[in-house]
């Protein structure tokens, strides 16, 4: 259940993220007592951002860690104490198999699946600064176009909680480039959920955000590909601003 590393020995400046890329429960947890239907949804992963994060990772040839577990075995982007890290219900779904969970058994999925991904993630950080360069961290997640009764005009969004530079960057450059409707710590704050982004990003003083695209814009393949083509232009022109290759701890 370790995760997908793609590019792991690149050193480019660019370090790519993708905690809810799969959709996958493994065998032995039948499933987590759901259908086979309710897995397709975007409550079990965040669909259409791994084909993002894999053109992105091959136009710019730059490592990235994709997990290979629903988000609904354990989630990653959660802290280990913090509420959801394995969710009991998802939108209005209950998990039968997430219900009164032992300590013991936490303790089997986050060893199987989210050490694993922290800890490919730390090593390309590592690698980087190692070598003695800034990289940028971006996360790759998508959205619903509705949640509930709310409804999300964004078609794209970047996250931040303390350090906005990477973030106010590629919204300022988008608003120059594209007439796109971009969400400013929307459809979700950094402020609440960012624990990837501060884990390999913000700890080390590094440019960092998490990207949200919304998923009725990554229906078809050629949708992701252009995405992918519009952030990692962007991108490119970041990593080459002086103010965003430098380590700084807010």
Not at 120 to 145: E, K, N, Y
Request: aromatic residues 6%; charged residues 25%; proline residues 7%.
């Amino acid at each position: 259940m370790h995760p997908e590393v793609l590019n792991p020995d690149e050193i480019a400046g660019l370090i790519i993220l993708c905690e809810h890329a799969s959709n996958h429960i493994p065998k032995d947890y039948q499933q987590l007592g759901l259908e086979d239907e309710e897995l397709e949804r975007h409550i079990a992963w965040d669909i259409g951002a791994a084909e993002v994060a894999r053109h992105m990772a091959e136009m710019m040839g730059a490592p990235a860690v994709l997990g290979t577990v629903s988000r609904l075995l354990i989630d990653p982007n959660r802290a280990p104490d913090q509420p959801g890290l394995v969710p009991t219900s998802s939108d209005g779904v209950f998990i039968p198999a997430n219900q009164d969970l032992s300590a013991a058994a936490l303790a089997v999925r986050k060893a199987a699946v989210y050490d694993p991904f922290h800890e490919a993630a730390g090593r390309l950080v590592q690698r980087h600064l190692d070598a003695g360069i800034v990289p940028l961290v971006v996360g790759m997640h998508s959205f619903t176009p509705d949640m509930g009764d709310e409804e999300r005009p964004w078609q794209i969004g970047f996250l931040w909680n303390n350090d906005p530079r990477l973030a106010q960057a590629m919204i300022g450059l988008l608003e120059r480039e594209t007439e796109l409707l971009i969400g400013d710590n929307e459809p979700y704050s950094g402020k609440d959920l960012y624990y990837t982004m501060e884990r390999h990003g913000a700890a080390h003083g590094l440019p960092q955000t998490t990207i949200e695209i919304r998923q009725d814009l990554l229906s078809k393949p050629e949708m992701t590909l252009e995405w992918a083509g519009l952030l990692a232009d962007l991108l490119d022109e970041c990593m080459n601003r002086d103010d965003l290759t430098q380590i700084r701890h807010f």
